[in-house]
């Protein structure tokens, strides 16, 4: 906790993973850009202090399974945090909005019906270009968002 502007006590969760416990779901569509979306993923959850053996990786066929695999492992109760990762490329039917729409609102409810921090590095681009320009930073980002939030709800429950 630290003192806002304000002198209102505030909450920001810390960047420390050592005692968190982490799961990962990777959809295994478009796999060369998912895996360095993982890569980046566990590299800074290793810089971040989570222990290899609190990480579990779990693959699932595609964006639209992610979910129930997060649920599956939301409901064990055995994690800190939780990572969605996958990439959605525009193709040209309704498809792409169907899975976009659907598995990012999907990961959303199971985080809210759990009171879980899920980071959701569900990729949605335009072409392969962009997705290649995305992997590493988002899943070093999604690594970062998932310890910050962990923390933070630790703190203010």
Same mark, same amino acid.
């Given at each position: 906790?630290?003192?806002?502007?304000?002198?209102?006590?505030?909450?920001?969760?810390?960047?420390?993973?050592?005692?968190? +416990?982490? %799961? /990962?779901?990777?959809?295994?569509?478009?796999? $060369?850009?998912?895996?360095? @979306? *993982?890569?980046?993923? !566990? &590299? =800074?959850?290793?810089?971040?202090?989570?222990? +290899?053996? %609190? /990480?579990?990786?779990?693959?699932?066929?595609? $964006?639209?399974?992610?979910? @129930? *695999?997060?649920?599956? !492992? &939301? =409901?064990?109760?055995?994690?800190?945090?939780?990572?969605?990762?996958?990439?959605?490329?525009?193709?040209?039917?309704?498809?792409?909005?169907?899975? *976009?729409?659907?598995?990012? &609102?999907?990961?959303?409810?199971?985080?809210?019906?759990?009171?879980?921090?899920?980071?959701?590095?569900?990729?949605?681009?335009?072409?392969?270009?962009? *997705?290649?320009?995305?992997?590493?930073?988002?899943?070093?980002?999604?690594?970062?968002?998932?310890?910050?939030?962990?923390?933070?709800?630790?703190?203010?429950?």
């Amino acid at each position: 906790m630290q003192d806002s502007d304000q002198g209102l006590p505030s909450f920001e969760g810390a960047l420390d993973g050592s005692d968190l +416990t982490v %799961a /990962i779901v990777q959809a295994r569509f478009n796999d $060369a850009i998912t895996s360095s @979306l *993982a890569s980046a993923c !566990l &590299a =800074e959850l290793s810089v971040l202090g989570v222990p +290899t053996e %609190a /990480i579990r990786h779990v693959t699932v066929p595609g $964006a639209l399974e992610v979910p @129930l *695999a997060l649920q599956a !492992l &939301a =409901e064990t109760n055995d994690y800190d945090a939780l990572i969605a990762l996958g990439c959605i490329i525009r193709g040209e039917t309704y498809h792409f909005e169907l899975v *976009a729409n659907e598995s990012g &609102a999907a990961v959303t409810r199971v985080g809210l019906d759990h009171g879980l921090p899920i980071a959701n590095a569900i990729l949605t681009v335009e072409n392969e270009a962009q *997705a290649w320009a995305r992997a590493e930073p988002k899943g070093r980002d999604a690594a970062r968002v998932a310890v910050e939030m962990a923390n933070l709800l630790k703190e203010i429950a």
